[in-house]
């Protein structure tokens, strides 16, 4: 007989080291019980362990206020409005605290059209109205989910008119982006062109007096700083109609700095809080002012830190292996109890069922002899072995 007498490698040593001891197979009993456990064991185990995956990569949402330090920042302002008078009518111009000359904030677009929509523009400033309105409705119940997810379609334009009316356009549509100053200031759209002093500047508004004039207008966008994720802009999708004449609506707009740092963007951008107020102007009345629109805006003086917070990767680990032996601990107790029950019912109600496998279970094999090995060690003929 050859033996092999050489080192065993590291790779079998290896194979060998084993804290706990396997049962031979012909000590374990199959059971459809116990590979029916088997199987909802892996496909809760599989569940469990996608869950806690994706609730470790969604993480949770801090919102920290700070003072505002950034003086020197510049305040962006997007606009898109329209308005139901024609531009030759109108001045849009913006003065801020510092009574710095409007020509360096920018200049905005302006672009005669008609005040009524057509059909597929109206379905898509529909559309965002209702959408930015239910979301300052359900804001309280939806907020991580936009700061997450996003909401896109809030921000999304009216589409081109493509078929003109046969009329004159009767609306102005101004549109375009100011880089203002980080400070209080006011925004007006009002009848007359401005005229621009050293210290400010003032409206022709007395050559349009006897001139209709119709604030009713249309914002399809007013926001600052670029577009983030979970802000909601309150007045995008807003819309004031009146039938009279002389109309000052008012918007008290709260600026406030927002630094966004998740997964998905990190931008520096601002929200803002709005309140409205709209009354006639009639001095014979006494509601004494100048119509128009008007926007006064002010900065906060705190600033809000919006980041995601994750927890420690080890014990991200350690709870995942504790849910993963938990859940074998557990269903190896339920199926130790199920094949309990089985058992007993089966010797309770077939008795002789049971006896019978026992008796096939412990019925012993048969050895299979090699007969070269027969023949070889015991000098036996080969045909009397095979007898």
Not at 7 to 22: H, R, W
Not at 287 to 316: C, T, W
Request: hydrophobic content about 40%; some cysteine.
């Amino acid at each position: 007989m050859l033996r092999y007498r050489g080192k065993k490698n590291v790779i079998d040593k290896v194979k060998e080291l084993d804290a706990f001891s396997k049962i031979p197979e012909e000590y374990v009993d199959s059971t459809p019980v116990g590979g029916t456990f088997s199987v909802i064991t892996f496909f809760i185990i599989m569940w469990l362990v996608y869950s806690e995956v994706t609730y470790y990569f969604d993480s949770n949402l801090v919102f920290k206020f700070s003072p505002d330090t950034d003086m020197d920042e510049k305040l962006r302002i997007n606009i898109d409005i329209t308005v139901a008078m024609p531009c030759s009518n109108l001045g849009a111009d913006i003065l801020d605290s510092t009574s710095q000359s409007v020509f360096g904030f920018g200049e905005l677009t302006e672009e005669d059209t008609w005040f009524e929509l057509t059909q597929e523009q109206q379905d898509s400033f529909d559309a965002v109205k209702y959408l930015n309105s239910y979301l300052r409705e359900e804001y309280h119940s939806i907020w991580q989910l936009l700061w997450k997810k996003g909401h896109g379609s809030v921000r999304a334009t009216v589409p081109a008119r493509k078929t003109k009316p046969n009329r004159r356009p009767d609306a102005c549509r101004l549109h375009g982006i100011l880089i203002l100053n980080k400070v209080a200031g006011n925004f007006h759209i009002t009848a007359g062109k401005s005229l621009h002093l050293p210290r400010g500047h003032i409206h022709l508004n007395m050559m349009f007096d006897d001139t209709p004039q119709n604030f009713s207008h249309r914002i399809n966008r007013f926001s600052f700083g670029s577009p983030a994720n979970g802000i909601i802009y309150p007045l995008e999708g807003d819309e004031k109609r009146t039938d009279e004449e002389n109309m000052l609506y008012q918007y008290f707009v709260e600026v406030v700095p927002t630094d966004v740092d998740t997964a998905f963007e990190r931008i520096k951008t601002f929200q803002y809080s709005v309140k409205e107020l709209e009354r006639p102007i009639s001095h014979s009345k006494g509601s004494h002012g100048v119509p128009g629109i008007f926007f006064k805006y002010d900065m906060a003086a705190l600033k809000i830190n919006v980041y995601q917070e994750r927890e420690n990767f080890l014990q991200f680990m350690l709870r995942l292996f504790s849910i993963i032996g938990g859940i074998y601990i557990i269903v190896g107790f339920i199926t130790t109890i199920v094949l309990s029950v089985r058992n007993a019912f089966i010797k309770k109600a077939a008795p002789t069922l049971l006896n019978h496998r026992h008796v096939l279970d412990a019925k012993p094999r048969p050895i299979q002899v090699n007969p070269l090995l027969v023949q070889s060690d015991l000098n036996v003929p080969l045909d009397i072995v095979k007898q």
